[in-house]
Nanobody, 116 residues
Framework: QVQLVESGGGLVQAGGSLRLSCAASGIMFSIRSMGWYRQAPGKQRELVAAATSVGSTSYADSVKGRFTISRDNAKNTVYLQMNSLKPEDTAVYYC??????????WGQGTQVTVSL
């Protein structure tokens, strides 16, 4: 049973920083990609950043230059460093992991709130 445990969300003022973490357990095969999505009230879930097993990364245009995704493959953990946060970054952030032969798994979500 694959489980994802997220941490690091919270309340921060605009311009501040937060670091999200997501640790995966129960992995039986290789992780192909790890990523972060977010969903704001009344909006669809959107991809924020993703990192593949070969080291390539991708970002939503709205977070480029401000957010950085990184992975610790030995710990099956993915991080999202979020700097220069804006009120429009307020959302529930979800970790997602694509595991070979096992499928896609989601974390429970962590709230990020950015105040003016």
């Amino acid at each position: 049973q694959v489980q994802l445990v997220e941490s690091g969300g919270g309340l921060v003022q605009a311009g501040g920083s937060l670091r999200l973490s997501c640790a995966a357990s129960g992995i039986m095969f290789s992780i192909r990609s790890m990523g972060w999505y977010r969903q704001a009230p009344g909006k669809q879930r959107e991809l924020v950043a993703a990192a593949t097993s070969v080291g390539s990364t991708s970002y939503a245009d709205s977070v480029k230059g401000r957010f950085t995704i990184s992975r610790d493959n030995a710990k099956n953990t993915v991080y999202l460093q979020m700097n220069s946060l804006k009120p429009e970054d307020t959302a529930v952030y979800y970790c997602s992991v694509l595991v070979t032969m096992q499928g896609t798994y989601w974390g429970q979500g962590t709230q990020v709130t950015v105040s003016l």
